[in-house]
């Protein structure tokens, strides 16, 4: 298997020395070419303000509103929509909180473009006041994205190599429904998945979705120095249907039900990893059918302007674990997790993250796993395993090109994180990776996002292992 993954080491590392070139290059200039939006009229002049009451007032990069700050507490007499080319009209006016014959009020304006550029549908959304006799008439502009997309990653991260092909649409009928399908290949297995999600169910800020999988997946087991115990082959059917309360974006609640049917075996095993499996009297866990009840809860919420995240949530999970027809335990786990994002001058982003979770005695497939291309990066996948976990991110993202059209990120991160069975083991140093990436992201292309991050790690137990370690981590959307 190590050799076969070795394979196509050549093609592999001139992949990496073309894009380490643009990860090295470093930032070039911080703004270049920032075409406005659609926006057709021409604002009404307002009074001139200091950069420090913008930054203040206006803490993104692209405006919220521009006119006279004076025409607030006016009546609105008309809203005119412009740039809605391919998206049904009723999709941006039931984000509204404000209607003709109202008085516009400032906080409610600025929270509806807030609600429409989190609908991650529109580049660009802005409000123009315009002086309408006694009132104002709003113009709403949108710079639409492309939705309908192939879906094609490569990646590889903690010495797993992964694709991911199919077709999805977040804004399908340019109604807001998201439908996807996709085959995923994971290190020589192979999945199927459909999704269909409506954030706006019967058109109130309720979400519902349902997710559907067929596949395989074998999974490595590894002790807390990085030696393999064991090897077993996944074959999984999973059921999602999940709904969410959206009506204040600022409090979100979620319940979820899962009906997982797992079979375990050796049947996708190399002869070589069953022989592992003899030699260290390793054997594959019990067929298990469960059903998973997860209730979810966030306060506070990350906001979008383009690419550049600036907020903060915290998200606590609750998940039991029952078994279905089965003989078998019931288990819990409980997850907290927190992310800031900061904006910074010219359109640079600082993002921390954290995460904790604990369980009880699950079975392996539901214990918690960190290390590889999502947690902390470097380490091989399922580096750390255990009932409990921890894990940190922190990025500091900068653009050197910045269009409409296109934009390649810079990113410094560190990442930590370590997972044990009490905790006593966490006394121990955690591994640590610290690393550089770049991010090429189509602005106008919803989800567009090809990633390529390169960590340098520090590893209490042992050095670094080619066989099963990669540095390189590459693949599409942002780690965190």
Same mark, same amino acid.
């Given at each position: ?100 014959? *109202? ?5 409610? $304006?600025?929270? !509806?473009?807030? &609600? #429409?550029?989190?609908? =991650?549908?529109?580049?660009? /959304? ?60 994971? *290190? ?5 998945? $459909?999704?269909? !999600?409506?954030? &706006? #169910?019967?058109?109130? =800020?309720?979400?519902?979705? /349902? ?270």
């Amino acid at each position: 298997m190590r050799e076969a993954m070795r394979g196509g080491c050549c093609c592999r590392q001139l992949q990496v020395a073309v894009l380490l070139a643009i990860t090295l290059a470093g930032p070039l200039a911080f703004a270049t070419n920032d075409k406005p939006g659609p926006a057709k009229s021409k604002p009404v002049p307002s009074k001139p303000e200091s950069a420090s009451e913008l930054d203040k007032k206006r803490p993104r990069v692209t405006p919220i509103w521009t006119g006279d700050k004076a025409l607030f507490g006016k009546v609105v007499t008309a809203i005119r929509h412009t740039g809605l080319d391919n998206t049904v009209k009723k999709v941006v006016t039931r984000e509204l909180l404000f209607g003709v014959g *109202a008085r516009l009020q400032q906080d409610k $304006l600025v929270e !509806t473009v807030r &609600r #429409l550029r989190n609908l =991650r549908v529109f580049r660009t /959304v802005g409000a123009e006041l315009i002086a309408d006799g006694p009132g104002v008439k709003i113009v709403m502009s949108y710079d639409e994205k492309w939705t309908l997309l192939p879906i094609f990653s490569l990646g590889r991260g903690g010495a797993r190599t992964f694709v991911t092909a199919g077709l999805i649409d977040i804004h399908a009928f340019g109604r807001l429904l998201e439908l996807s399908a996709r085959y995923s290949y994971f *290190a020589g297995t192979h999945s199927y998945a $459909l999704l269909f !999600t409506d954030p &706006r #169910l019967f058109d109130k =800020r309720f979400l519902f979705s /349902v997710y559907g999988q067929i596949g395989e997946r074998n999974r490595w087991l590894y002790d807390t120095v990085g030696d393999l115990e064991g090897l077993y082959s996944r074959h999984r059917k999973y059921l999602r249907a999940a709904v969410s309360d959206q009506r204040n974006p600022e409090r979100v609640w979620s319940l979820s039900l899962d009906a997982v049917d797992d079979t375990f075996d050796e049947t996708l095993l190399t002869d070589e990893e069953r022989q592992v499996n003899t030699d260290r009297g390793f054997s594959a866990p019990p067929n298990r059918r469960s059903l998973l009840i997860n209730g979810t809860g966030r306060l506070g919420r990350i906001n979008l302007d383009d690419y550049i995240q600036h907020g903060r949530y915290a998200v606590a999970v609750i998940t039991a674990g029952l078994p279905l027809f089965d003989e078998g335990d019931a288990w819990f786990k409980a997850k907290l997790s927190g992310k800031l994002a900061l904006p910074l001058r010219w359109r640079q982003n600082i993002v921390l993250r954290v995460i904790a979770s604990a369980a009880t005695d699950a079975v392996p497939e539901f214990q918690n796993y960190i290390g590889g291309l999502y947690y902390v990066r470097g380490f091989f996948e399922g580096r750390f395993r255990g009932r409990m976990m921890w894990a940190a991110s922190a990025e500091y993202r900068i653009p050197s090109l910045h269009h409409r059209l296109a934009v390649l990120q810079h990113v410094l991160f560190v990442d930590a994180g370590d997972a044990g069975n009490d905790l006593g083991h966490f006394a121990r140093r955690p591994g640590i990776s610290l690393g550089t990436g770049a991010r090429l992201i189509l602005p106008l292309v919803a989800n567009f996002l090809a990633r390529l991050d390169i960590a340098w790690f520090i590893e209490p137990q042992r050095d670094f292992d080619p066989s099963r370690d990669w540095r390189v981590s590459f693949g599409s959307q942002q780690y965190f």
